[in-house]
């Protein structure tokens, strides 16, 4: 599974216009996943947390498994919501009958809170994806993971009117033992992927579906983007692979809590 890295000049400019902060870019890695156990202190909740304590701790591994079942995918959709792409994405996934999940960044959640409203509305599900996707981010202090994870839970959870989010991705996959034991305590299990569509470097539509169809043996976490870029390529390629998947007997579902 590969970082995110390549090609997303265009959170550093939203991040560095909003924050004043600057992103510094991260080369493509590959994504070495931390160990199931996590060990030291408990996280501590910061005042930036979501108001009201009262989610419910979930289990800290990364989860990839489908609660639709061995025959069930989730499709999960990362970085935005979008005012260009997020609305395509939302109707493609209601003509087909599908929910998905929504990885949101804090900062998009904020821009675009109608549209977070609408994926709620939808049925779908939301996902923290941090405030700024710095995928160094697990290179940083705890306090900065801190950051990133409840600001942005709280930036999503107001963007869409209370629903909070229900799990945490963390940006590039760059998760650290202290980031999911956090979001687990928020009640965000942490999700993986296990199909990495690539579809952020635009190799063409053909290519997108290519590797959703080669990869899925994997396992049912199947990764697209609704932001930080042209997405034509996505949507077509969703176009496409929701039908397929139904052709050969998946069931659509959403990442086991």
Not at 12 to 34: D, H, M, N, R
Not at 156 to 168: D, L, N, Q
Request: charged residues 20%; proline residues 6%; contains cysteine.
């Amino acid at each position: 599974m590969a970082r995110h890295g390549g090609g997303r000049g265009w959170y550093g400019k939203v991040v560095g216009a909003a924050l004043g902060v600057t992103v510094l870019a991260v080369g493509a890695s590959v994504w070495t996943a931390q160990a199931d156990s996590v060990g030291g202190a408990s996280p501590k909740v910061s005042a930036s947390a979501t108001p009201g304590n009262d989610a419910k701790p979930v289990d800290v591994s990364i989860v990839h498994a489908s609660d639709a079942g061995a025959r069930g995918v989730n499709i999960t959709i990362d970085d935005g919501p979008d005012p260009a792409w997020t609305p395509q994405v939302l109707d493609l996934l209601r003509e087909s009958g599908v929910k998905a999940t929504f990885c949101m960044t804090g900062l998009q959640a904020q821009a675009h809170p109608d549209l977070v409203k609408d994926v709620v509305a939808a049925g779908h599900r939301l996902c923290d994806h941090s405030v700024s996707h710095d995928t160094g981010m697990d290179k940083k202090s705890e306090a900065y993971q801190s950051k990133e994870i409840l600001d942005a839970e709280r930036m999503i959870t107001e963007a869409s009117g209370g629903v909070r989010p229900m799990y945490y991705r963390a940006p590039g996959g760059a998760f650290t033992p202290y980031s999911r034991k956090l979001a687990a305590s928020r009640g965000m299990r942490p999700l993986g992927w296990n199909v990495d569509t690539k579809d952020f470097e635009r190799p063409g539509t053909d290519a997108i579906v290519a590797t959703v169809q080669r990869e899925l043996p994997n396992g049912p976490t199947i990764l697209f983007h609704d932001a930080g870029g042209d997405r034509t390529q996505t949507v077509e390629a969703l176009r496409q692979v929701l039908p397929w998947l139904k052709e050969q007997g998946y069931a659509f579902g959403f990442p086991v809590r």
